[in-house]
């Protein structure tokens, strides 16, 4: 199994959205990630879309007049686009099989319609929720050309990949932890926990639900502890430039 970290472009946006009381009043770059996981049977799965490509040549794609979100500015250069990225790894979208959402939102959806030949995984809860709200733009995911089948919970969808439940920032926000054999457990934890300021000052307050974010975290963090597991954050800068991102990998 092998796992790459896919840069999408950036997102900024007021710093106590994201952690308040750490730095507020400060405008944060936000690096906006998905992840291949190329399986061991040699299918492909993605967590996550990132934010749409209509992006690169229109900022204000999403939010522009709907009164929502028009503190964030997304900033994706044209290499950003997700197809672009995958063409790097000879990869194109008819070659990807599956695809796990952590959750709907546009940093993490936003180009599920490219993605035609694949097998989506949503917890059924967050969809149904997710489904006709504006906070989490439709146009980029429910469509009826795409397949969803939607999760009741946690499983292991493949061998050493599985969903965790993670709710807070959105109802039934699901991580994904791949079991890597080289680098050892990584825990993809979608925005369950932005960055690591959100640990080190348990600053939940950006989070839609913040106990049950903190409930979350603790989780993320037993599983960490226990199972030596790497936790990767949402949109974490610092973690970003620590970490190598596509076309390099983990193995
Ligand atoms: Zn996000």
């Not at 840069?7 to 291949?36: F, H, K, N, Q, W």
């Not at 709200?133 to 439709?138: E, L, T, Y």
């Not at 226990?226 to 620590?242: K, M």
Request: proline share 8%; glycine share 8%.
């Amino acid at each position: 199994m092998e796992m790459f970290i896919i840069p999408l472009g950036t997102c900024s946006c007021p710093y106590e959205d994201i952690a308040p009381g750490v730095r507020d009043g400060t405008m944060v770059e936000l690096p906006v990630p998905a992840y291949l996981v190329k399986l061991d049977d040699g299918k492909n799965l993605l967590v996550d879309t990132g934010m749409s490509r209509l992006h690169i040549t229109d900022p204000g794609a999403t939010w522009r007049g709907t009164g929502m979100n028009e503190a964030l500015v997304p900033e994706m250069a044209p290499e950003d686009d997700l197809e672009t990225r995958l063409t790097e790894l000879d990869v194109r979208p008819t070659d990807i099989d599956y695809v796990i959402n952590t959750h709907l939102h546009f940093d993490h959806a936003g180009n599920n319609e490219l993605f035609e030949r694949a097998t989506f995984f949503v917890q059924r809860e967050h969809y149904e929720f997710a489904t006709g709200h504006p906070s989490f733009p439709n146009r980029y995911w429910n469509l009826p050309k795409l397949k969803y089948e939607l999760l009741d919970g946690e499983m292991e969808l493949f061998p050493g990949v599985e969903v965790i439940l993670t709710p807070g920032h959105a109802p039934a926000h699901e991580s994904v932890m791949v079991r890597l054999p080289e680098s050892g457990n990584m825990v993809v934890c979608g925005d369950a926990v932005y960055t690591q300021d959100n640990l080190d000052h348990e600053s939940w307050g950006g989070q839609a639900d913040p106990a049950a974010a903190a409930e979350s975290a603790a989780k993320l963090t037993r599983i960490a502890e226990t199972e030596n597991a790497i936790l990767l954050f949402g949109h974490d800068p610092a973690q970003a430039r620590r970490f190598h991102q596509s076309p390099q990998s983990y193995r």
